[in-house]
T-cell receptor, first 112, second 115 residues
Framework: AQSVTQPDIHITVSEGASLELRCNYS??????LFWYVQSPGQGLQLLLK??????LVQGIKGFEAEFKRSQSSFNLRKPSVHWSDAAEYFC??????????FGPGTRLSVLP | NAGVTQTPKFQVLKTGQSMTLQCAQD?????MYWYRQDPGMGLRLIYY???????DKGEVPNGYNVSRLNKREFSLRLESAAPSQTSVYFC??????????????FGSGTRLTVV
């Protein structure tokens, strides 16, 4: 069965520091890959997605993610974190015609 | 603003009580979904409706029922609430033609506590 793992439950970084959130998936083929962000008390907002082509994709709010087929990974990065980036981040995968499978989430805290 | 609206935002139930969570979208999407979110578990699909008039079970349907009232509205009912159903519930919608590009649109959630 397809699954998504996010090894880090909680990450704390200082404002201005770089960030990398890890995501690994288990899937028979390369699925569609997504990152969502959930701010406190809010629903999920799509940050970026990967379907094919260039393995480095750009998203909103200065985020990017890199797909690495050999590692079955789709890690999210940001060069300089802002206090407003504190939120929970979910990696998700799906194949065409199937429903999303979400990872357990990584909570990001940002120190001033 | 266009989007997905969920009511209520908060609810406390006693064990055995029933309630219905409401969801409405104004984007003319065909597909609608109910998820529950629990710490460390991510989002798990309860039920979904690929189009008006159809509903299907997701990963964790036990203890829930749904109704796709019309294209806009998709409700989730707990007939006899249990403490294990304490969770945050999210409704989402999508359009098959664009969901791969745009993902789902989520509501802001209903925080349910069963005591």
């Amino acid at each position: 069965a397809q699954s998504v793992t996010q090894p880090d439950i909680h990450i704390t970084v200082s404002e201005g520091a770089s960030l990398e959130l890890r995501c690994n998936y288990s899937y028979g083929a390369t699925p569609y890959l997504f990152w969502y962000v959930q701010s406190p008390g809010q629903g999920l907002q799509l940050l970026l997605k990967y379907f094919s082509g260039d393995t480095l994709v750009q998203g909103i709010k200065g985020f990017e993610a890199e797909f690495k087929r050999s590692q079955s990974s789709f890690n999210l990065r940001k060069p300089s974190v802002h206090w407003s980036d504190a939120a929970e981040y979910f990696c998700a995968v799906r194949n065409y015609g199937q429903n999303f499978v979400f990872g357990p989430g990584t909570r990001l805290s940002v120190l001033p | 603003n266009a989007g997905v609206t969920q009511t209520p935002k908060f609810q406390v139930l006693k064990t055995g009580q029933s309630m219905t969570l409401q969801c409405a979208q104004d984007m003319n999407h065909n597909s609608m979904y109910w998820y529950r979110q629990d710490p460390g578990m991510g989002l798990r699909l309860i039920y979904y409706s690929a189009s008006e008039g159809t509903t299907d079970k997701g990963e964790v349907p036990n203890g829930y029922n749904v109704s796709r009232l019309n294209k806009r509205e998709f409700s989730l009912r707990l007939e006899s609430a249990a403490p294990s159903q304490t969770s945050v519930y999210f409704c989402a919608s999508s359009e098959a033609a664009t969901e791969v590009a745009y993902g789902y649109t989520f509501g802001s959630g209903t925080r349910l506590t069963v005591v």
